[in-house]
């Protein structure tokens, strides 16, 4: 659904996300794969990737799940705002992660997903859920 060339897979500049090493591997109305190499600049005072790289982690799956669904002719017109979100930790996360999620619902102005992240031996580390805003994106 998303076309790009750039080197993140994303189809728009997402600075913050770029910066965290946040990769797009697929998207489309089927559902949204990130993936992550965590390094040290990822981890907690434990050695663990941090909850907030895992929330990012989170919402960026489920942001762009949610976007897949855009009623706008083109989803690269629509920005995703979040609306809200719950995030629960179940066991420390190191090493490459990914993250699948899902569009469950939407409406004319919101999307509700869900998301997963497992870790390389498959195991879940992070379940999330979402609400996010359909927005149409500011003209430069």
Do not use: W
């Amino acid at each position: 659904m998303f076309s790009s060339d750039r080197e993140s897979g994303f189809d728009i500049p997402i600075p913050f996300v770029e910066g965290a090493g946040i990769r797009l591997l697929s998207a489309d109305d089927s559902g949204t794969e990130v993936e992550l190499d965590s390094q040290e600049r990822h981890c907690n005072s434990a050695g663990y990737v941090h909850g907030g790289a895992l929330m990012t982690l989170l919402d960026v799956a489920m942001a762009i799940a949610g976007r897949a669904h855009s009623s706008t002719s083109s989803p690269s017109e629509t920005v995703m705002a979040t609306v809200e979100m719950k995030t629960s930790f179940l066991q420390g996360a190191r090493g490459h992660l990914r993250c699948k999620a899902l569009c469950i619902h939407k409406t004319r102005s919101l999307a509700f997903c869900e998301a997963e992240i497992r870790d390389a031996s498959g195991a879940l580390v992070a379940k999330g859920s979402g609400t996010y805003r359909f927005m149409v994106r500011a003209k430069t």
